[in-house]
Nanobody, 123 residues
């Protein structure tokens, strides 16, 4: 059974930086693509960033491109989201997620989710 645990959220001022971490267990981490999603109050969950199983491929939502960086450490079973130049509109609960199938990255097929970590950005 896959377990994903996010950490690193917290209140940050606009223009500031924050790094989210996600620890994964339950499957061979290095075989699965990972992603970060977020959900703001009253809005649907949206894609933020994803990374292939090897780490060589990364993809971003247009709204965070150039400000956020996703990375992973397969030796530690961890994925990170470095967020910089944060804006109030980045305020959301951020979720770590894992692809359901090995060696594939399909945003519609992220079947395992963490509990989320809150990131409020003050103006």
């Amino acid at each position: 059974q896959v377990q994903l645990v996010e950490s690193g959220g917290g209140l940050v001022q606009a223009g500031g930086s924050l790094r989210l971490s996600c620890t994964a267990s339950g499957r061979t981490f290095s075989s699965y693509a990972m992603g970060w999603f977020r959900q703001a109050l009253g809005k649907e969950r949206e894609f933020v960033a994803s990374i292939t199983w090897s780490g060589f491929g990364t993809y971003y939502a247009d709204s965070v491109k150039g400000r956020f960086t996703i990375s992973r450490d397969n030796a530690k079973n961890m994925v990170y989201l470095q967020m910089s130049s944060l804006k109030p509109e980045d305020t959301a609960v951020y979720y770590c997620a894992q692809e359901s199938s090995a060696y594939r990255l399909n945003l519609a097929d992220f079947g395992s989710w963490g509990q989320g970590t809150q990131v409020p950005v003050s103006s």
